[in-house]
């Protein structure tokens, strides 16, 4: 007989959204039922995805910033909010999982999701903070208080390969071996051959949170005016603040099996550095120019991490124009992919037994 699975997810962008549908996709392919609990942009693209799926709504922090000290100063400004979000947030999850009967809960980033009484798994990759710069001295002290939240849950899984290291230090943390279980890199996408016909000479993902996402946009939108190629943005979750520019193909929302083809059919793909979207274009094996978030430490350095591997070349926001756009079209940094264990089904039997 199926059992129950509750599946959170953070709507901080669309990424843990994705890759989380990953797990979804398992859970169904094992008989089980999943529901979902999320807010934002994240809900609505797994209702959209899944619409067969029963789901349930949390608050969405809606924090915003436009540096990293200004990431800062907005972390204090929005801690009351973030712990009134986990308190509500476990108040549900207890509703659902007397109401539901809930076997397991695996979260994705929700701190809140999580129930003594039930196997409660935390679907992770950044365990170890690491700042930039002078502010490193910070770390030891923000992973310490970091570590006693991660402890709560009964195991983390880590979406990545003990032996590549998608995520280089990022996964590293100095707690109980037997908490940890690597299930491999999440990609909802499909190897394909990487010698397929180019349609497109730039294609730009636009995604995250405002007011950053549609400074990116604008951005792209300077760097491609006038750019002699086929060029297309694709953006996810709500409409941007500022206006395309012509002869540039805008697109929202595009399909999961559209977004594929069109990345695998482009010379250049400029985005974020965001994890999730280093787990797909790692599985598509793709050409890719980073734009780090700025404020968003992990990103910078996954950006670097993934330039020194000579994955991806990456270029500061400010920086980026069609110049460095040209020369990325041409660089030898490409994501080769690499044969990793899918340790993902073995990990949820194992769970529901």
Known sequence: MGKKVLLAVLDWG?????????IIREVISQGHTPLVISSGEALRWIQSEFPELKTFSLPSLEMKYFSF???????????PRLLWIIHQEKELVKKIVDQEKIDLIVSDNRYGSRHPLVKSVLVCHFLNIVLPGRWK??????NFFY??????????WIPDDASRRLSGELSKVGLPSGMLKF???LSRFTPVQPTIE?????TAIISGPEPLKSRFAEKIFSSLSG????????????????????????RYNVSTSALEEIICRTRLVISRSGY???????????????VPTPGQPEQLYLARLMAERGHAAYVGEEQLDQEIIRESMTSKMIFRGGSSPDLLESQIRQSLL
Request: glycine share 8%; charged share 20%; with cysteine.
């Open 14 to 22: 669309l990424g843990h959204a994705t890759r989380s549908s990953v």
């Open 69 to 79: 000290f200004g990431a800062l100063i907005s972390a204090v400004w929005y801690t």
């Open 137 to 142: 001295v910070f770390s030891p002290l923000l």
């Open 147 to 156: 570590n006693r939240w991660l402890k709560r849950f009964h195991e983390i």
């Open 183 to 185: 299930i491999g890199p």
């Open 198 to 202: 180019k349609t497109y000479d730039v």
């Open 227 to 250: 750019f002699p190629g086929r060029c297309l943005v694709l953006v996810g979750g709500n409409e941007l603040l500022v206006p395309s520019v012509e002869k540039v193909e805008l």
């Open 276 to 290: 999730s979207s280093i787990m797909d274009y790692d599985r598509l094996q793709c050409r890719v120019l980073m």
